[in-house]
């Protein structure tokens, strides 16, 4: 019923940018916390930043100062601007937000397929 949509990750030489979006979509009455979540190959998921409506943010100590996290309400859309960009970023990307479904009570958290973003040095 929900579909999460990353796209705007690649590959990237170290000090490059790039900006992911990810795409909410399907039956929802509202969505409250949206952000993005990496995970290295042989490492856990780690928190990069989330964003919540009215714009209060929060980082990753490790990205402060290089990313930076944004949402469109009316497109269902949340961004993740990512400049200077360093080998460590390499990672799977992923999008989550919690949402609450047309007819229901509770939101529940929902997460993307991912986004791969390489940096080379």
């Known amino acids: 019923q929900v579909q999460l949509m990353e796209s705007g990750g690649g590959l990237v030489q170290a000090g490059g940018s790039l900006r992911p979006s990810c795409v909410a979509s399907g039956s929802i009455a509202s969505t409250n916390l949206m952000g993005w979540y990496r995970q290295a190959l042989g490492k856990q998921r780690e928190l990069v930043a989330t964003?919540?409506?009215?714009?209060?943010?929060n980082y990753a100590d490790s990205v402060k100062g290089r990313f930076t996290i944004s949402r469109d309400n009316a497109k269902s859309t949340v961004y993740l601007q990512m400049n200077t960009l360093r080998p460590e970023d390499t990672a799977v990307y992923y999008c989550a937000a919690s949402i609450r479904l047309v007819g229901s009570g509770p939101y529940s958290i929902y997460w993307g397929q991912g986004t791969q973003v390489t940096v080379s040095s």
């Open positions: 964003v919540v409506d009215p714009g209060r943010t």
